[in-house]
């Protein structure tokens, strides 16, 4: 019986020496501002943290914060608590992304994104296809472009021309890039027209808000040019406003881009959107990888793996619109009937 309890003392002094369970290690988290996306995404961090063995209390440390939407907020916050002895740096969404670049791009201590628009625009990373040429890594947030289209012409197959009206900021001119090059580059979509147009960017909380009152004057001009309108992806297009001008001021329909577009009635017909959980858990295991001694430069960044579908029916059939059984098979809880 001695030796069998000394046998197990041994086993967890080599655990604790090679596994998660010998030592404590320091997650510090400054997310762009508090509210979804980021809690769910957080949630789910922390959520598979723990399943891999890493669990608050025990073995992990995690410091909180959250930077008011304001960049300079969040490189007051970097700059305060990142020298504090933290293995790893979790920044979620854009303006933390941005206030991380500022304060710590370069360094030796990694850092992990989540869920900002654009970090190639950024400047944090090349692209999503090779290594990490510096100490920043991550998931971002947007379905790519091509599965949003796709989802658009399954839907929509006899639209030809798009509105999209966006606030004027770093991650909305990168996505219309993006929808610029897929429509020039990609057979599938050279038939789509899409027209643009932008109102300035108001900063803060009720930015949005403001903005969606200035955007409902183009949403009027548009509304006989345009067979459909899509939400930006940026501030103006991931929070209710916009959503609620294009339902009260167009005939046309309007597709989401996060899923309160559609569950919530802001006003789209249905929406392809990133999954929260799926960010959360794709950026707590390169995390995970990090804790455990792999290099950041072998973690490549990624796009979210996983699309969740929304469908408000009363709005499709008011369109005559026939939604394929695919998509409602998608979909599954998140149609409003």
Known sequence: ?????????????????????????????????????????????????????????????????????????????????????????????????????????????????????????????????????????????????????????????????????????????????????????????????VIFRSVSLVPGEEGDHQMAQAAIPIIKELDDKVDAFIKPNDQLGTRRHFAEAVAAHASKPLIGIVRDDVMDGWGAMAVVYPSHVSIGQQAAEMIRRLFEGTPISELTPQWPRTFGYAVDLPKVRRFGIDVPVGILQLAGESVIK
């Open 1 to 193: 019986m001695r030796f069998r309890r000394l046998f197990i003392v041994l086993l967890w002094a080599l655990w604790g020496q090679n596994g998660v369970a010998g030592s404590v290690h320091r997650l510090l988290i400054a997310d762009s501002q508090a509210g979804n996306p980021y809690d769910e995404v957080r949630a789910a961090l922390l959520d598979r943290l723990a399943e891999r063995g890493y669990q608050r209390g025990r073995n992990l440390e995690v410091a909180v914060f959250a930077a008011g939407n304001e960049v300079q907020r969040g490189v007051d916050i970097l700059q305060q608590e990142s020298p504090k002895g933290f293995d790893v740096v979790y920044v979620g969404g854009t303006v933390a992304t941005i206030a991380a670049k500022q304060v710590l791009y370069g360094g030796d201590q990694p850092v992990v994104f989540g869920a900002p628009t654009d970090p190639v625009g950024i400047g944090v990373i090349k692209d999503f296809k090779s290594p990490p040429a510096a100490n920043f890594t991550g998931v971002c947030y947007p379905v790519p472009v091509q599965a949003r289209f796709r989802f658009l012409r399954q839907l929509l197959p006899q639209a030809r021309t798009l509105g999209l009206i966006y606030a004027d900021m770093p991650q909305s001119r990168s996505y219309n890039q993006w929808i610029r090059e897929l429509i020039a580059e990609d057979p599938k979509f050279s038939d789509l027209r």
